[in-house]
């Protein structure tokens, strides 16, 4: 019998190591008060055993009180386990936890001090049938009083319980009355041994079994009434339509969309089987794989798209306990992923291919079709900007709707066409299918811009023969809008092909642009100076002009390399250095002696939009430490004619601070007058064009007589440029202007060559 004690001891402080180790890796408040819990319960058995075990009267009584303190500290546990269980752990008690520790401390000490003053119980010998030998306790007033806060413990436990279980909803019901019971067992079984002959203590039995059902309600336990309610509602609530089958093929369950799928108005499961089944018999359920396929219905005219998927259920072992049917409605997800596909491809305005469909498109045919000889065409509106500027945004998409319809209208069913940026669209056609009106407004009816203005509308066609179809689309492209670069400002062509002659061009350009920083820093950007003189022959200044020292290409004039880098924008680089050598040679001119001297230094129309001129020349004459009035700005009033509020608040800025403003090629603008009226200039500068010859040289001189008369009236220097004979300069000193620059006088010439014959 001692044996088979010791196995059902052992076993179940095996089971409560086991809970205690599963127990550890969980943080949870509750879970601390469990492993708590069952380290002691532990404790109390191992102390059990050596009660069972020992034949020696002194080591049992040991035993027994080492037994009866963790007993006591196991029924804290429970009343805190309660307490945590029923969610109340965090109130106000009537007996605080300090409270217990302290009954407990005491209670605690009485039965370990009772193996030597033996007040609280002693031990009998008892024998059993076989003869075997277990020592009973005999006790006496101080154990009933542990016997006292033991059954407080639980009664406390109890009755939390009994509270929490009544108030608490249906589903969590079960819990607390299942603990409640398991705490009625450990109790039934503690007074088991009590008011019994038993020889052994089991009641030990009744606490690890109560330990071991606790940790699971506290750690593992899940409401299956909670759980089900929740995934009923869950699969109930869902767009998707679920069919749920057993072992057998049965239909048990089927959500409201699973309805609504089956078009079915009856709910009994039976009706919604046979349902089902005549939609699903040809699905080979029988043979219990996963798979899954589309399908598609037409519901009032409209396509419905779905996604079933098919699912077996296995359990840990892989054996098949049902299944679950699937049915997505991807109608809305298709359709999304349709619409972002034509987004991707198209351009939002025209609804034509956008550029990086259109080249993929023309790649795709090119390759399909090796043998075949194709043009590449790209379109480019003429002065759409302005369009968009003096018409509106509204007027420049209604052109560039109408160019689209063109191309739809217009265009062979196998031609690829699209929008590749704002007003440049581009057309692969075949070579024998080509037809000169292919971007044709007139059939339109929008050649002109309607409303308070008329606008003819001419668009620029570029073509590039595919001879190489390995080159990319985008490079083809780039080379049709080359031609068209040459006759973007020729009125009278409206066509131009690619030709190699243009490619070297734009390598050329490149090239420059290319050179011009390394140029910049090695001195091979030089000002020349052409001297501007008084009506006696006395130098005033001088206008600066640039020139290039190209190691390879000799010196460059600036037609050479102007034009390309006021198309490029890397004019503004260029300006800045030349007036860099300006304030440079001003400063030098300084040093001498020379501050009666002047420069005179361009602003080209880009500096106007991309820097601060202000800033710019303000730091300039700083850094050089000369004085503003030596450094002439010269600006062309075709450059005022964008922003003119904004340039003349930057002019005024200028003057304010001591600069020089000249109006360059006065009278070579729309609106000299007009532009003479609003800005303040300190020079006028006079269009040399007026010097040329001419057909009415009398109207001409006419004109000049009235700029510098008006220049009085205004009192506003003139100085005419351009001056190359005897008979202008006497005919300008006649009229009254008398400042001069000109080939009369000089030409542009190096620094030092001004400086030995001029200072």
């Known amino acids: 019998m001692r044996v088979a004690y010791v196995i059902a001891f052992a076993a179940v402080g095996i089971c409560l190591l086991y809970c205690l180790v599963k127990a550890a890796g969980n943080d949870r408040k509750i879970a601390v008060v469990v492993r708590r819990l069952l380290g002691a319960g532990l404790a109390a058995v191992l102390a059990n055993i050596v009660v069972v075990l020992t034949t020696d009267k002194n080591i049992c009584i040991v035993a027994y009180s080492v037994f009866f303190v963790c007993i006591d500290w196991v029924l804290y546990y429970v009343f805190q386990f309660a307490l945590e269980f029923s969610g109340y752990g965090g109130k106000k008690h009537v007996f605080p936890p300090v409270v217990w520790w302290v009954i407990l401390g005491v209670d605690s000490l009485s039965m370990l001090s009772n193996v030597f003053a033996r007040h609280a119980f002693d031990c009998k010998v008892v024998r059993t049938e076989s003869g075997e030998v277990f020592f009973r306790t005999i006790p006496f007033d101080m154990y009933n009083l542990h016997l006292f806060v033991s059954y407080l413990l639980v009664a406390f436990s109890l009755l939390t319980l009994v509270y929490k279980a009544v108030r608490t909803s249906e589903i969590y019901r079960e819990k607390y009355l299942l603990v409640l019971l398991i705490l009625v067992f450990i109790v039934a079984g503690d007074a088991a041994y009590v008011f019994t002959d038993t020889p052994v203590n089991v009641s030990i039995i009744s606490f ?5 059902m606790i940790y699971y309600y506290a750690v593992i336990f899940v409401p299956r009434e909670l759980l089900k309610r929740t995934l009923t509602m869950v699969v109930q609530d869902m767009a998707d339509a679920i069919f749920i089958l057993d072992e057998d093929g049965k239909c048990i369950h089927a959500n409201e969309s699973a309805h609504a799928f089956l078009e079915a108005e009856h709910t ?3 009706s919604m089987e046979r349902d089902f089944r005549e939609w699903s018999g040809e699905k080979k359920l029988q043979e219990k794989k996963d798979f899954s396929f589309p399908l598609t219905r037409e519901r009032d005219g409209t396509k419905i798209y779905y996604k079933v998927l098919f699912r077996s259920l296995l359990n840990d072992r892989g054996h098949f306990l049902g299944s679950f049917f699937t049915i997505q409605d991807r109608t809305e997800e298709l359709n999304n992923l349709e619409r972002e596909r034509y987004q991707a491809n198209h351009d939002e305005l025209t609804g034509l291919y956008n550029r990086q469909c259109f080249y993929r498109r023309v790649a795709e045919r090119l390759a399909a079709d090796p043998e075949g000889e194709y043009l590449l065409l790209c379109s480019d509106i003429r002065n759409f900007k302005m369009i968009n500027d003096v018409f509106g945004p509204r007027k420049g ?12 209208t217009q265009t062979m069913e196998e031609e690829i066409y699209g929008r590749l940026v704002n007003d440049r669209f581009g ?10 009106d292919l971007f044709s407004l007139e059939r339109r009816n929008v050649l002109h811009i309607e409303g308070n203005y008329a606008y003819p509308v001419q668009v620029c066609i570029g073509i590039y023969e595919i001879t190489d179809k390995s080159i990319p689309v985008s490079v083809m492209c780039d080379r049709a809008f080359m031609a068209i670069a040459v006759i973007k400002n020729s009125y009278g062509r409206n066509v131009a092909y690619y030709d190699e002659g243009l490619r070297s061009n734009v390598l050329n350009e490149q090239a420059l642009t290319g050179d011009l920083a390394e140029a910049m820093e090695n001195g091979q950007i030089r000002i020349y100076l052409q001297p501007q003189m008084d009506g006696e022959g006395k130098v005033l200044g001088a206008e600066a002009l640039v020139r290039w020292q190209h190691p390879d290409r000799g010196m460059l004039a600036p037609g050479a390399f102007i034009g390309i880098f006021e198309k490029n924008g890397s004019i503004v680089r260029l300006d800045c250095h030349v007036w860099e050598l300006a304030c440079r040679q001003l400063r030098r001119w300084k040093d001498q002696g020379r501050e009666d001297l002047y420069i005179s230094v361009n602003i080209s129309p880009m500096d106007l939009y991309f820097i601060d001129l202000y800033k710019t020349f303000a730091g300039l004459v700083e850094k050089y430490g000369i004085s503003p009035g030596n450094l002439k700005l010269e600006i062309t009033e075709t450059a005022m004619m964008s922003d003119l509020e904004k340039q003349l608040q ?11 403003v000249e109006m360059d090629d006065f009278g070579s603008g729309y609106s000299s007058l007009n532009m003479l009226k609003d800005i303040q200039v300190d020079v006028l500068k006079i269009d040399m064009a007026f010097l040329g010859e001419t057909e009415d040289k009398l109207r001409a001189q006419k004109i000049l007589r009235t700029i510098v008369e008006l220049s009085r009236q205004l009192e506003v220097p003139v100085i005419s440029e351009g001056v190359e004979t005897q008979e202008q300069v006497e005919f300008l000193r006649e009229i009254g ?4 620059q000109g080939y009369y006088f000089a030409r542009p010439m190096e620094v030092g060559i001004f400086e030995e014959k001029y200072m």
């Open 208 to 212: 690890a079994i109560g330990g071991i």
């Open 268 to 270: 009994d499961l039976c």
């Open 397 to 408: 998409d209604a052109l560039l709707l109408g160019i689209a319809d063109v191309l739809r």
């Open 427 to 436: 057309l692969l056609v075949k070579r024998e299918h080509y037809r000169p």
């Open 650 to 660: 930057m002019i005024s800025k200028l003057r304010e601070a001591g600069f020089v």
């Open 737 to 740: 202007c008398n400042m001069f």
